[in-house]
């Protein structure tokens, strides 16, 4: 029998966020890995689950006759915080919600999109200079989100949320271009999240 949770992509930023948030909510899913290079997501049995031909795309089958596919990482991710309300995202508690996406939306817009702009400018050749902004620009929005940590264990409160979730990934790609002895509350929550069972279980979601 397959799972109710299918989850398509590769190893990339996108899907391991993916893949750890359904690790950290002990959702049981099944992966469809797809060969990126080989054009896979290209092809039309792809294209008729995103036509938008990317990864993640998320087949929810919990209602087998209407399965449920939802492209774009960060919709995902939301909807997954629905399947087991609390755990990543708080339900209840109004204030510690907003912190939450506050802090998700900090890591989303300001550090992951100005990452993946640079990534995208580098591997067109399109402009160096620009890309070396945008990068450094991610860079600093991820040291500068050491002051969370002086307020709390983890970046949005005093456990793990999915803040924390899309934090780790990014700071992980990122660890090379990071002075962490410079940042002791930044390089102990970046230790102990990435050692995380679930962490380093969706991290090799794709590996392989
Ligand atoms: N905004 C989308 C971006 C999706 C995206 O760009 N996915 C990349 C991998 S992370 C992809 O499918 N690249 C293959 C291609 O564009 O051909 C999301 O968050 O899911």
Redesign the pocket.
């Given at each position: 029998m397959s799972a109710a949770l299918e989850l398509y992509g590769?190893q990339?930023?996108?899907?391991l966020r993916v893949a750890v948030t359904l690790e950290e909510l002990g959702l049981p899913y099944q992966i469809r890995k797809l060969d990126?290079g080989g054009g896979e997501?290209r092809r039309a049995e792809f294209l008729a689950l995103n036509p938008d031909?990317?990864?993640?795309v998320l087949v929810d089958q919990s209602a087998p006759d209407d399965p449920l596919v939802i492209?774009?990482?960060?919709a995902i991710l939301l909807h997954l915080c629905d399947r087991r309300p609390g755990v990543l995202l708080p339900v209840d508690d109004v204030r510690s919600r907003a912190i939450v996406l506050e802090r998700f939306f900090y890591f989303v817009t300001d550090v992951i999109a100005a990452n993946f702009s640079a990534f995208y400018l580098n591997r067109i050749g399109a402009s160096t200079e620009a890309a070396g902004q945008l990068s450094a620009r991610s860079i600093d929005a991820i040291v500068d989100a050491e002051r969370f940590l002086a307020e709390s264990r983890y970046m949005a409160g005093d456990t793990f949320s999915l803040a924390d979730v899309v934090a780790v990934t990014i700071v992980n790609a990122s660890r090379d271009k990071i002075a962490f002895s410079d940042h002791p509350l930044l390089s102990r929550w970046f230790d102990e999240s990435r050692n995380r069972p679930a962490v380093l279980r969706g991290m090799q979601a794709f590996a392989g």
């Amino acid at each position: 029998m397959s799972a109710a949770l299918e989850l398509y992509g590769a190893q990339t930023g996108n899907c391991l966020r993916v893949a750890v948030t359904l690790e950290e909510l002990g959702l049981p899913y099944q992966i469809r890995k797809l060969d990126l290079g080989g054009g896979e997501h290209r092809r039309a049995e792809f294209l008729a689950l995103n036509p938008d031909g990317r990864v993640p795309v998320l087949v929810d089958q919990s209602a087998p006759d209407d399965p449920l596919v939802i492209a774009q990482s960060n919709a995902i991710l939301l909807h997954l915080c629905d399947r087991r309300p609390g755990v990543l995202l708080p339900v209840d508690d109004v204030r510690s919600r907003a912190i939450v996406l506050e802090r998700f939306f900090y890591f989303v817009t300001d550090v992951i999109a100005a990452n993946f702009s640079a990534f995208y400018l580098n591997r067109i050749g399109a402009s160096t200079e620009a890309a070396g902004q945008l990068s450094a620009r991610s860079i600093d929005a991820i040291v500068d989100a050491e002051r969370f940590l002086a307020e709390s264990r983890y970046m949005a409160g005093d456990t793990f949320s999915l803040a924390d979730v899309v934090a780790v990934t990014i700071v992980n790609a990122s660890r090379d271009k990071i002075a962490f002895s410079d940042h002791p509350l930044l390089s102990r929550w970046f230790d102990e999240s990435r050692n995380r069972p679930a962490v380093l279980r969706g991290m090799q979601a794709f590996a392989g």
